[in-house]
């Protein structure tokens, strides 16, 4: 398990020009031959990602059946009528194809989670109130959380995966890798 930093891309290399100037999973651990990400978190995105071997664990981790967890900042103060829309269903969209999200459990955190400084800084208050939120859900299209607050008027700041089925990030440093003997996810 690995906490991705801010900036970092969800690959361990890239031989493309256009990438040569990003920064990779590879640059963080000596990771062995054949390890795979399981799911992505985008360049923007940190927190909890989980690396394995095992084709079959990857499936069963991207899978509707495990939930991912996210706290979420969000621009503006989150009112509870955007919280039941994200709760129920809400329609974006890729490459052109619209379609409604499945319901998910979204709350509002009453003040904001102990998590590491990220890199870059966020804007600070003078630019308006910020809310952050508890969003968890079974499935997991591009960009899909940052889609879904979008949708309901309160883009995303910072968005940070804090758990993946029973395994959390805790307190993780960004950068920081745990090998684990077993994983297990349900």
């Not at 989150?78 to 329609?91: C, E, G, W």
Request: hydrophobic fraction near 35%; glycine fraction near 8%.
């Amino acid at each position: 398990m690995l906490h991705k930093p801010f900036g970092y891309l969800s690959q361990f290399m890239s031989n493309a020009n256009h990438e040569r100037n990003k920064k990779f999973l590879g640059e963080l651990y000596e990771f062995p031959e054949g390890v795979m990400p399981v799911g992505r978190l985008d360049k923007n995105s940190e927190g909890l990602l989980l690396l394995t071997t095992d084709g079959f664990l990857s499936n069963q981790i991207n899978s509707s059946q495990v939930e991912k967890e996210y706290y979420v900042q969000v621009d503006g103060a989150i009112t509870p009528s955007a919280i039941a829309a994200l709760q129920t269903s809400v329609n974006i969209g890729f490459k052109g194809i619209k379609y409604d999200t499945k319901p998910c459990k979204v709350f509002a955190l009453e003040s904001p989670p102990e998590l590491p400084e990220r890199s870059k800084k966020i804007r600070d208050a003078r630019h308006g109130p910020t809310s952050w939120l508890s969003i968890t859900i079974n499935e997991g299209k591009f960009r899909q959380v940052r889609k879904m607050t979008s949708a309901v008027g309160f883009p995303t700041l910072r968005l940070v995966r804090v758990r993946i089925g029973t395994i959390h990030l805790n307190r993780m440093a960004p950068g920081e890798v745990i090998k684990l003997d077993e994983l297990k996810v349900d």
